[in-house]
């Protein structure tokens, strides 16, 4: 597992910049974000995980992964209907999920142009996937792409690690989580990384 190049600059930055989220990035010295590079893999896993707790989200997630086997579109389109429901899916999910394989299928979805494209206009192309919203667009954006500066504001955790670390009344409005990021830029990825990690003692993936 490598670590994104940018990652060892970006913790000296904010370490710098912040000494409140610098004590939590020293708590962690050792640990860093890593993509598993593979685009459905991380938008089904980031569609799973849409409103329910990270623990939650890892059952439903391990369950899943061992109904299909591989985790891959055409595997999830071939799984049944109540194979899937079993998996602590909800109709909703399903559908989302299915609609992301027919994307990929179809060539709907085409990663492979996203490399010169600016963090807005993946997010715009993904959004047009049913299931797809900001938040999963952003966590793509995070987990897969490894793009630096991604502020996902609507990221209940995130909000919360913020006001833990400042001692601010839970919770701030999306409004002003965005102006209190833009002392993170660039790195905002690397911020958002390490305040879901002071919430929780295991990493965060997609």
């Known amino acids: 597992m490598k670590k994104p190049f940018f990652w060892e600059k970006a913790k000296k930055v904010l370490i710098s910049h912040d000494p409140k989220l610098g004590k939590i990035i020293k708590s962690y010295h050792k640990d860093f974000l890593f993509s598993k590079s593979d685009p459905f893999y991380t938008l ?54 299915r609609s992301l394989s027919s994307g990929f299928v179809n060539k709907q979805i085409n990663p492979n142009k996203w490399k010169n494209y600016s963090d807005e206009e993946i997010i715009n192309e993904l959004i047009k996937i049913k299931g797809v919203g900001r938040w999963t667009a952003e966590m793509f954006l995070i987990f897969n792409l490894c793009r630096p500066d991604v502020f996902p504001a609507d990221d209940l955790g995130l909000i919360k690690g913020i006001c833990n670390c400042y001692n601010l009344k839970y919770p701030i409005s999306k409004e002003r989580a965005i102006k209190i990021s833009k002392k993170w830029k660039p790195w905002r990825s690397v911020a958002t990384w390490y305040f879901w990690r002071s919430l929780d003692p295991i990493p965060v993936e997609y």
């Open 44 to 97: 089904a896993r980031a569609i799973i995980g849409q409103q329910i707790s990270v623990k939650a989200a890892q059952a439903v997630w391990n369950r899943f992964e061992n109904k299909v086997k591989k985790v891959n579109p055409e595997n999830t389109l071939k799984a049944h209907y109540m194979s899937l429901k079993a998996c602590g899916l909800s109709r909703q999910k399903i559908s989302y999920l």
